[in-house]
């Protein structure tokens, strides 16, 4: 089976080089998380009015907990200030907001703060824009094994019955496609631990761009390249 040049529906990014552009500008590290947060704003807009119906942003991971005190303090002032701005921008935009990743983690007003957001939107019918904060696949994958475990202690599903399907239902992003399009900023090549299972097929997208200068050219430049390959799903 092949697609050619049509748009994807699902892009995930995994925002990366806040720190690196922070450093290049001459300015603390949290400077960058800020303009990466700014640029966020511009393109969950730019990404709504070029017609994605998935978009996906990777915030922060189960592993972003080791960075120092100061710096995931920073992070999580600037969440609570840009969620409540992102929620005004979803509503002007038709976007429905969705966050995955164990946000049990974050403080109680960060946690309303996210539900708040996913309720006041949740009959958006434009674009979806999933945010995944404290997310990790292995985390995400473990916590959905749990959850299957459960089900077959309680007598409702038997081990031989356990399909693809089952294991994709019981993720974050169960009734989500998967995305079509990996993008990664900062000239880093690797995953880490974002969306495992679901990019099985993804196109994978590399660009040395910060986060911060990823700009609605650089996201277009990304789709571009992604309809110029031939996509293959295991067939000839
Ligand atoms: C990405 O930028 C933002 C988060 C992971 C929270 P980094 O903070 O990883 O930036 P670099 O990799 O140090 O440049
Ligand atoms: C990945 O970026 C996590 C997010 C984008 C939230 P990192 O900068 O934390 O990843 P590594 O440490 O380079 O793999
Ligand atoms: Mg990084």
Same mark, same amino acid.
């Given at each position: 089976?092949?697609?050619?040049?049509?748009?994807?529906?699902?892009?995930?990014?995994?925002?990366?080089?806040?720190?690196?552009?922070?450093?290049?500008?001459?300015?603390?590290?949290?400077?960058?998380?800020?303009?990466?947060?700014?640029?966020?704003?511009?393109?969950?807009?730019?990404?709504?009015?070029?017609?994605?119906?998935?978009?996906?942003?990777?915030?922060?991971?189960?592993?972003?907990?080791?960075?120092?005190?100061?710096?995931?303090?920073?992070?999580?002032?600037?969440?609570?200030?840009?969620?409540?701005?992102?929620?005004?921008?979803?509503?002007?935009?038709?976007?429905?907001?969705?966050?995955?990743?164990?946000?049990?983690?974050?403080?109680?007003?960060?946690?309303?703060?996210?539900?708040?957001?996913?309720?006041?939107?949740? *009959?958006?019918?434009?674009?979806? #824009?999933?945010?995944?904060?404290?997310?990790? +696949?292995? $985390? &995400?994958?473990? =916590?959905?094994? /749990?959850?299957?475990?459960?089900?077959?202690?309680?007598?409702?599903?038997?081990?031989?019955?356990?399909?693809?399907?089952?294991?994709?239902?019981?993720?974050?992003?169960?009734?989500?496609?998967?995305?079509?399009?990996?993008?990664?900023?900062?000239?880093?090549?690797?995953?880490?631990?974002?969306?495992?299972?679901?990019?099985?097929?993804?196109?994978?997208?590399?660009? *040395?761009?910060?986060?911060?200068? #990823?700009?609605?050219?650089?996201?277009?430049? +990304?789709? $571009? &390249?992604?309809? =110029?390959?031939? /996509?293959?799903?295991?067939?000839?």
């Amino acid at each position: 089976m092949e697609e050619q040049r049509r748009m994807p529906r699902h892009v995930a990014v995994i925002l990366d080089g806040n720190g690196r552009w922070a450093k290049e500008h001459g300015v603390p590290r949290k400077m960058g998380h800020k303009a990466g947060c700014e640029n966020l704003e511009r393109i969950v807009e730019d990404a709504a009015r070029i017609g994605l119906e998935y978009f996906t942003v990777y915030g922060f991971s189960t592993e972003n907990w080791k960075r120092s005190a100061d710096e995931v303090g920073a992070l999580m002032t600037l969440f609570r200030y840009y969620i409540e701005r992102l929620r005004k921008i979803a509503l002007a935009n038709n976007v429905r907001v969705l966050s995955i990743g164990d946000r049990m983690k974050f403080a109680p007003d960060l946690v309303a703060s996210l539900n708040r957001i996913e309720k006041e939107t949740k *009959d958006c019918t434009g674009m979806t #824009f999933i945010m995944a904060l404290n997310y990790g +696949a292995r $985390d &995400e994958i473990t =916590r959905g094994v /749990r959850k299957l475990a459960e089900e077959i202690k309680a007598g409702d599903l038997q081990p031989e019955d356990i399909e693809e399907s089952d294991i994709s239902s019981s993720l974050d992003t169960a009734g989500i496609p998967d995305p079509d399009l990996m993008i990664r900023t900062s000239g880093e090549e690797r995953i880490s631990n974002f969306l495992l299972w679901q990019i099985a097929y993804s196109e994978l997208y590399f660009t *040395d761009v910060y986060w911060p200068d #990823f700009n609605l050219d650089e996201l277009l430049r +990304a789709i $571009d &390249e992604y309809e =110029r390959r031939n /996509r293959r799903f295991g067939g000839r």
